[in-house]
């Protein structure tokens, strides 16, 4: 097995930064994953971050194209892609997981090339998770090993005074070429198995009509923090900026959980209150997604619960749908 | 908007008494930089703080309200409330880092045509030397 | 005081004198709690009170315009001068509102107590300390080490009538040596003008616009808030610094004269950006020229909707 010692990690990653556009977690205000230029701009007492890293691949705000009037035609010009090969680091196994969810709706039957370009051109050196996990995290539940290399192409894993190094894929192995990582003993810590969820996609069904949806609603703020926070919330709008001589269409983020989501022209909202709202929301996790692509559309990387202004958590909305919805 | 180190100012003026002060001026062929664009309101009451905020956020290197004096004001009242926005609006551009000046509020009544150009030439001088207006962005790349 | 709180509202259920009443329960996580609906009097025993309350549960008040009938809720000191606000505004009539009043004793920010203590499991008030129990162990901590910040400014609005007080109600002692409440206002008033940009700047690139600030603060209650309208838009939905530097003025501006700094704002941000320092500016200003504090008195006109005759002039620089 592969290790580096701790020691020896920021200078590693001082070299990658010389090569590559380096993104890890840095302190800006919060948690971050930002691109840094040196290694000691890093932070690696952390759970997780807060914005999650789709921020990378799905950036928030994400100029597509501009376009001009030039005498009586309209000019495109595509925003250009990226100008070096990125290597982010850092990424927790729940996130890594996510991104594989996310590439099946942008990497899937409709392409879209914005995202792929940034997937393809980032090198993801994941950090397996500590024991024990935060508060809020419940991956294990979602079928995710916080130990494991799945989605990444190198994982790191701590054992006290020096890294696990594991290299699974063929981008991994080109970024530690020339490295010299002295083969040593390193014994993989047990992970722990978490709860069942089998059957959540029928249970949840069953509880379309249910109270439950509305009580939940009487908390909720309709902010769009549990969805911008979510790694696997994906829904965007466009806007154009500029003026009938030119300007900038922009992609960004959007939220199902503000009011005006699905407001149309008319007027008319086909989901008018809270009540149908919140249950969109954990309706797409846990029965759209996983009927549309095959598996569950939650991580469990807790954000939602840690961050919900007024204390909702999902892990009680789970445990309601196992206990009180019918198979 | 601007180009090299033009101002452009944004001017609010009320109809009865600081738009025709400034019709004043300009029947008196005086004379005054440029760079202000003049909107006609009814009061000065009728702007809204959001329209400074607005302004100066996408880059306006200046916002101008000019109003009738106090208790000359042709709904009575209007100027009074201007005056009490204006006060704490300054506070709070300030409080962010927006120059003093780039806000500015004046009385001008329909008969001061000079004063109208001598206050036009002021606060442009004064916005002019700040430079442009720091929040000027460009848009996002990628 | 929870047993005395839980007698009141399910006497109030079963007279029938409220249609639900609005409270603090238990959250999943010891220390963590979350807003609760009482509509029956099997669901009274979950109402909790204790130092980690922090929501301002007048915030969901905003619904009974769509509703009929009574609601009840219990209020902290701070809390209280929202309803005092939402009377004013028009918003709620006080004989639909039935008002628990609790004394509350400072709230404890959590940060401040995960730094201090390791797997805390419970936190009471007890006179001027907090006793946390940790395992086994109670230790007394000086309030003034794990309250919340705006608990250092704390202000009861002083004539609130409340319809019951939960034991004695005082309003908080007061911190030993406080400095005044505008300090780090003054603080940053005494920077240029340019520092302050930077500084403002740096905070605003952060914002991700997700508008939990404005959601959770009772003082927002629109029909149609002014960042929905799309004739005018004032702003667009991508966080450029320009765009996140609007939304920020604008809800400051729209907190004049009304902004009671219940936190609830810079709790609830994700990104930790500093908004009482954002509004206290203003509500400095309102106080030192206007002498007006929202949320006091029923009575009191708010600043913007009034005026003098010789208001402070900043044209003139004087107060004819």
């Avoid at chain 2, 008196?28 to 956020?57: D, G, N």
């Avoid at chain 3, 980690?52 to 769509?66: D, I, S, V």
């Avoid at chain 3, 401040?112 to 109670?138: M, S, W």
Wanted: charged share 25%.
């Amino acid at each position: 097995m592969k290790t580096i010692k701790k020691s020896h990690l920021a200078e590693w990653l001082n070299t990658v930064a010389q090569g590559y556009d380096l993104f890890g977690p840095a302190l800006d205000g919060v948690v971050q994953f930002k691109r840094v230029e040196s290694s000691d701009q890093l932070v690696f007492d952390y759970a997780n971050s807060v914005v999650p890293p789709k921020n990378l691949f799905l950036p928030q705000t994400e100029c597509l194209f501009a376009f001009r009037r030039e005498g009586g035609s309209i000019i495109l010009e595509p925003s250009g892609g990226l100008e070096r090969e990125r290597v982010l680091f850092g990424i927790r196994p729940c996130d890594a997981r996510s991104l594989l969810l996310l590439d099946k709706v942008f990497n899937g039957d409709l392409e879209d090339t914005y995202y792929q370009e940034k997937r393809r051109g980032t090198t993801l050196v994941g950090l397996a998770c500590p024991s024990p996990p935060q508060r809020t995290c419940f991956c294990t539940s979602m079928g995710i090993d916080p130990l494991s290399p799945e989605g990444v192409d190198i994982l790191l894993t701590d054992l006290g005074d020096r890294y696990l190094v594991e290299v699974t894929t063929e981008k991994g192995e080109e970024l530690v070429e020339g490295l010299f990582l002295p083969s040593a003993e390193g014994e993989k810590p047990k992970g722990e198995k978490g709860k069942s969820l089998e059957g959540i996609e029928e249970k949840i069904s069953s509880l379309w009509e249910d109270e439950y949806w509305r009580e939940l609603s009487r908390r909720c703020l309709g902010c769009g923090i549990c969805t911008y926070l979510c790694p696997t919330c994906r829904c965007f709008d466009l806007t154009d900026v500029g003026s009938t001589l030119g300007g900038k269409r922009f992609r960004c983020w959007d939220s199902c959980m503000f009011a005006d989501f699905t407001r149309m022209a008319s007027g008319v909202n086909p989901r008018p209150t809270g009540k149908e709202r919140v249950r969109q929301r954990y309706f797409d996790k846990f029965s759209y997604f996983p009927e549309q692509y095959g598996v569950l559309g939650c991580v469990g990387c807790g954000r939602c619960s840690q961050y919900c202004p007024v204390g909702i958590d999902i892990r009680t909305i789970i445990n309601e749908v196992m206990a009180r919805g019918a198979k | 908007m601007a180009s090299d180190n033009q101002p452009t100012i944004l001017v609010f003026a009320c109809n009865w008494c600081s738009y025709a002060g400034a019709d004043l001026a300009g029947v008196s062929r005086l004379e005054m930089p440029p760079h202000c664009r003049v909107v006609r309101v009814m009061c000065s009451a009728r702007v809204r703080p959001e329209f400074v905020i607005a302004a100066l956020s996408r880059g306006l290197d200046g916002v101008v309200v000019l109003g009738c004096h106090p208790g000359d004001c042709h709904y009575s009242e209007g100027n009074y409330y201007t005056r009490r926005r204006a006060l704490l609006l300054k506070g709070l551009l300030e409080h962010v880092g927006i120059e003093p000046e780039r806000f500015q509020l004046r009385w001008i009544s329909a008969s001061e045509g000079a004063k109208f150009a001598q206050t036009i030439t002021e606060i442009t001088g004064e916005i002019e030397a700040l430079g442009p207006n720091g929040r000027k962005q460009p848009l996002p790349e990628r | 005081m929870e047993q005395e709180l839980r007698e009141i509202v399910r006497k109030l259920l079963q007279e029938g004198a409220i249609e639900y009443f609005i409270g603090y329960a238990e959250g999943v996580e010891p220390l963590h709690t979350t807003p609760c609906f009482i509509e029956r009097e099997e669901q009274v025993q979950a109402l909790i009170w204790s130092p980690l309350c922090p929501y301002n549960l007048a915030r969901y008040l905003h619904q009974m315009k769509n509703e009929a009938g009574k609601v009840g809720l219990v209020v902290k000191g701070c809390d209280a001068r929202a309803i005092v606000e939402l009377v004013k505004g028009n918003q709620i009539q006080r004989e639909r509102v039935v008002v628990v009043g609790v004394p509350c004793q400072g709230q404890v920010d959590l940060a401040k107590l995960e730094e201090a203590f390791q797997g805390v499991e419970a936190v009471e008030g007890k006179g001027d300390t907090f006793l946390v129990t940790v395992g086994e162990k109670v230790h007394r901590v000086e309030k003034e080490r794990l309250w919340r910040e705006k608990c250092f400014s704390c202000k009861h609005p002083i004539s609130f009538e409340y319809d019951f007080v939960l034991g004695e109600m005082s309003p908080l002692l007061l911190a030993r040596g406080s400095e005044s409440e505008f300090a780090m206002v003054e603080e940053l008033e005494r920077l240029s003008v340019e520092e302050r940009r930077a500084f403002w700047r740096a905070q605003f690139e952060r914002c991700i616009r997700c508008y939990a600030c404005r959601d959770i603060c009772y003082a927002c209650y629109c029909q149609e808030c002014i960042f929905e309208s799309r004739a005018p838009r004032w702003l667009e939905k991508i966080t450029t610094p320009l765009d996140n530097q609007t939304y920020h003025l604008i809800r400051a501006w729209h907190m004049v004269g009304r902004c009671i700094d219940c936190g609830e704002c810079e709790r609830v941000c994700p990104m930790s950006i500093p908004l009482r320092l954002l509004y206290k500016k203003v509500e400095k200003e309102v106080e030192q020229l206007f002498d007006y504090e929202a949320g006091m008195r029923v009575e009191e006109v708010p600043p913007l909707v009034t005026f003098q005759v010789d208001d402070l002039d900043l044209v003139t620089q004087e107060s004819s």
